[in-house]
């Protein structure tokens, strides 16, 4: 690995002011399960490093009855896995985050570095989409925030400018009557990344009929997409089997896998459409269940 | 760059001069000669690198050693105490749960933080917190046997 500089700054402004001292080629560095991979390969060699591990105010995970669920970037996926709080409110996290990796990179790894990479084979993306999540975002002129949905550009290209960093992802409340689930196949272990994931929400409205509803798919596409045809399809109707296999079926159309060693195109294409077509149905019982 | 870290291995207050680029494991290794946690795949899968930061698994592998400044850090070494082995050291031995042994230490210390955590774990829940542990000599059922029965189950 090259040699860099390697600075701990302790609060956001100085962390973002370093940043932008650095030009192009500081870089952020959280829980550096990413980042170590590419510098020990040499895919990124960085001149500054700075590690925002040390700013305490990226910790936490806080509930707000009306902003929601507000959790800190550098909350590690082991702390979301475990949190009692989240077990309360968002349940559907906790279970997510089992599946995460293992129980090393959970330990290390954040929530903000998951969202903030724009790494292809992730699981977080897709499900805090599905719940409307936003970020807050900072820079060394201010803050901003942002719908998780809009932040994807690219493979590992985000709209994050170089002197920004994601502060938080807030996750506003429920509606009443909401379903929500995800799916994660993964082709080769349990604790190989994804080779497809998809989460779903549905929110109904009088009568059953599914008022909001969520498809978004994962490692299928260069970021996380919403599946916008097949939710439209499904809205405003109840859902039935074969409602369910239609969505499916008009999902597998709007994401674009590549082939690789987690499955060719065509056999993820299919898995798009299985999973879209189970998590709809498992996510609606749950909502009128509920 | 260089840089001096305090931190504290097997209970000992330490303090060194790193390279900011080294890994953890190579330091813990090389430069205070603890050789129990081990170098295989180097991208965090394999788990022979295993080492608790503060009570946690990580992989000695990635985590570079300037961001364990300030921690607690524990290696296989550490386990026993007073010359008397770990409760998980006295079942492995007892279930033979090892061949070659090259895995052992990243399954004892992976182990030793889920019994922390969750002192009486299910049989699923024992499986799922050590799935990124490889045992390439294909022991896993015996490692099961010996983690459930220092479990108490
Ligand atoms: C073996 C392995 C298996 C994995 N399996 C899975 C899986 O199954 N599911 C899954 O979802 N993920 C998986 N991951 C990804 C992992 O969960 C991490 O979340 C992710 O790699 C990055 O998190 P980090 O905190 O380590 O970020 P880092 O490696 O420190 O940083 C990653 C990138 O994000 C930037 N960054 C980090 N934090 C911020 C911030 N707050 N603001 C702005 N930019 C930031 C960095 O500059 C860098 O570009 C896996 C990783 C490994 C190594
Ligand atoms: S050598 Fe570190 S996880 Fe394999
Ligand atoms: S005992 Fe040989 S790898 Fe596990």
Known sequence: ?290 | MKKSIHFRVNGIDTAIEVETHQMLLQVVRESLGLTGAKFACGIQVCGTCTLLLNGKPVSGCSVLAVDADGSDVLTVEGLAKDGQLHPLQEAFMEFGALQCGYCTPGFLLTAKALLDENPHPSEEEIRSYLAGNFCRCGCYQEIMRAIQKVAGR
């Open chain 1, 1 to 290: 690995m090259k040699p860099f500089e390697y600075l701990e700054p302790t609060t956001v402004s100085e962390a973002c002011a370093l940043l932008k001292k650095g030009g192009g080629e500081a870089r952020v560095f959280a829980g550096g399960a990413l980042m170590t991979i590419l510098m020990k390969e040499g895919l990124l060699e960085p001149k500054t490093l700075i590690n925002i591990k040390r700013i305490s105010g990226l910790k936490g995970i806080d509930f707000h009855p009306q902003e929601g669920l507000a959790i800190g970037a550098l909350v590690t996926h082991h702390e979301l896995e475990t949190s009692g709080i989240v077990k309360e409110k968002l349940p559907i996290l906790c279970a997510v985050e089992k599946d995460v990796a293992n129980i090393r990179v959970r330990s290390m790894a954040t929530v903000g570095g998951n969202l903030a990479s724009g790494e292809p084979l992730t699981d977080l993306p897709q499900v805090f989409i599905a719940l409307d999540a936003r970020i807050k975002i900072a820079s060394s002129s201010g803050e901003r925030v942002m719908p998780l949905e809009d932040l994807y550009v690219d493979y590992y290209q985000t709209r994050l400018a170089g002197d920004e960093i994601v502060t938080q992802v807030i996750v506003p409340p429920v509606p009443e009557r909401t379903g929500i689930e995800y799916i994660r196949f993964s082709s080769s272990s349990v604790v190989d990344k994804p080779c497809v994931g998809v989460a779903t929400r549905i929110s109904l409205g009088p009568q059953r009929l599914c008022q909001t509803v969520r498809i978004v798919l994962g490692c299928v596409g260069p970021t996380p997409l919403r599946a916008k045809k097949a939710e439209a399809l499904v809205a405003g109707k109840p859902l039935d089997p074969k409602l369910a296999e239609e969505a499916g079926a008009v999902a597998t159309g709007e994401c674009s896998p590549v082939s690789d060693l987690r499955g060719s195109e065509r056999y993820k294409r299919a898995v798009v459409g299985v999973l879209v077509r189970r998590a709809l149905a498992q996510a609606y019982e749950s909502a009128s269940r509920s």
